[in-house]
């Protein structure tokens, strides 16, 4: 079952999540900051986020080959899903691998989440030890995830095993070997707020012990449909708790289709006048898995992405009308056994995004959820010298619309210091600390500082 699936499982769908923050869905969105603002903020730089979102990936286990029997099992062998000649897929994606992919994003400029599975399939702890590995080849992989992936993307724990559900006092597998214990599916149903933050915050510490940082988490499967509320608020409990992570993030939904809104949701916000504020944002997919899938299907292919004439596809859709382009795809079904399938796919996807558009910006999904944060609870009101912000949570390139006479510039004040813009020619040329005019508006970014801050016109 891929997430679709499980969301339709679960009775909540896309159809039930588009109108958030509904009665389905349950989540809360929180405190909003008063009054109307007189600037409208744009997306970073003026340009359209994308990124891709990697799921079932670790180090060295090919996840697929070691959950495939797991879940057989879970389902009585009566699921034909879980039926495949898992024994003849390799144990392993090897380092090579991830350097191949991780030098060639990082060459592409491509940026988005890659998850870490901190126990994955049961196999072994990556802050203890994987049998069938040497200590040494552990360590070598950990070094290589944080020397090459971190610059570029965000590690999450995606839950601690990705199939059985870890007794946490024992740091065991629960004995009963069914859906009702198993990440994917029935876990999470009826469980409290601490008792899934209490979850989250193991598999986060696994990873927090080799050294990999943390400001979200990836959902496995089913994981939370039935308690999404409680997901949100552990997700914001257990990460602030371990890593400290001022802004929180979860990918646990995606809308492969259709006109519902992929934009992240910032939910739960609160204390935004304080020296505390809190909030967690849920990221949400725009693609379904179509470059292999996680059990090596065949690939649909570059064409659901965006097609060769670069006029259609779903990417297109979703950046045409301005919002985050977040790609999903399995770790598993980019190595496509070896064979590389998915990996191929997904190269021609960018270059064909690259050949399409110029106004794209590879972000991290934690940059992604801090821009939300600070887009939607940042307080924006006039000013004698121009406009005032109040910014419960800072972000970089943040990046407003608004009137400004013939003849002016523009300044940002803070209290520990003045910075003055430039101007440029060309919006595609915009970066953080610059403006552009179109007729009687102008666009400006800057990096926006927490707490308080002046945007003042000089001249």
Not at 72 to 83: H, L, M, T
Not at 85 to 105: L, M, N, Q
Not at 131 to 157: A, C, F, Q, Y
Not at 173 to 179: I, L, Q, V
Request: aromatic share 10%; proline share 7%.
């Amino acid at each position: 079952m891929n997430r679709r699936e499980f969301l339709r499982a679960g009775g909540l769908g896309a159809a039930a999540l588009a109108g958030w923050p509904g009665s389905l869905s349950g989540q809360e969105a929180g405190a909003r900051p008063p009054g109307q603002r007189v600037a409208e903020v744009l997306n970073p730089l003026g340009r359209v986020p994308v990124g891709l979102i990697i799921d079932d990936s670790t180090c060295l286990v090919n996840l697929n080959r070691f959950a495939m029997p797991q879940f057989d099992e879970a389902f009585g062998g009566e699921n034909p899903s879980y039926r495949r000649h898992w024994r003849d897929w390799p144990a392993e994606i090897p380092d090579a691998f991830v350097r191949k992919f991780g030098e060639w994003s990082a060459a592409q400029g491509v940026k988005g989440k890659y998850s870490i599975v901190p126990y994955p399939a049961c196999v072994g702890r990556v802050d203890r030890l994987l049998p069938g590995w040497t200590r040494r080849e552990l360590d070598e992989s950990l070094e290589l995830v944080r020397g090459l992936m971190t610059p570029n993307w965000d590690i999450h724990p995606e839950m601690v095993t990705h199939t059985r559900v870890i007794d946490t006092r024992t740091g065991q597998p629960h004995p009963e070997a069914t859906t009702r214990f198993m990440e994917n599916w029935d876990w999470t149903t009826g469980r409290s707020v601490d008792e899934l933050a209490d979850y989250l915050g193991y598999a986060l510490r696994i990873l927090k012990n080799v050294g990999l940082p943390c400001e979200g988490i990836t959902t496995p499967g089913g994981f939370g449909n039935r308690a999404r509320p409680q997901l949100a608020q552990a997700t914001l409990e257990s990460v602030r708790d371990v890593f400290g992570a001022p802004v929180p993030h979860y990918f646990r939904d995606l809308y492969d289709r259709g006109s519902e809104s992929v934009a992240p949701r910032v939910e739960y916000a609160a204390d935004l006048d304080s020296d505390d504020p809190r909030c967690v944002v849920s990221i949400v997919g725009c693609t379904g898995d179509w470059t292999g899938g996680w059990d090596c299907v065949e690939p649909e292919g570059v064409d659901r992405f965006i097609t060769s004439d670069l006029g259609s596809g779903r990417m297109v859709d979703v950046i045409t009308r301005g919002e985050p382009a977040l790609m999903v795809c399995h770790w598993t079904g980019i190595y496509w056994n070896g064979e590389e399938r998915g990996f191929r796919v997904f190269q021609e996807v960018v270059r064909r995004l690259h050949a399409r558009f110029d106004h794209l910006l590879w972000m991290k999904l934690g940059e992604v959820a801090r821009y939300w944060a600070a887009r939607e609870l940042t307080a924006i009101s006039p000013d004698p010298t121009g406009l005032r912000f109040h910014a419960p949570f800072g972000c970089p390139r943040f990046t407003v619309r608004l009137p400004m006479p013939a003849g002016r510039g523009l300044r940002l004040r803070t209290a520990e210091a003045v910075q003055a813009f430039v101007e440029t020619g060309r919006l595609l040329s915009l970066r953080s600390g610059a403006w552009h005019r179109d007729g009687d508006t102008v666009t400006a970014s800057f990096d926006l500082p927490r707490g308080e801050s002046r945007l003042e016109f000089v001249g």
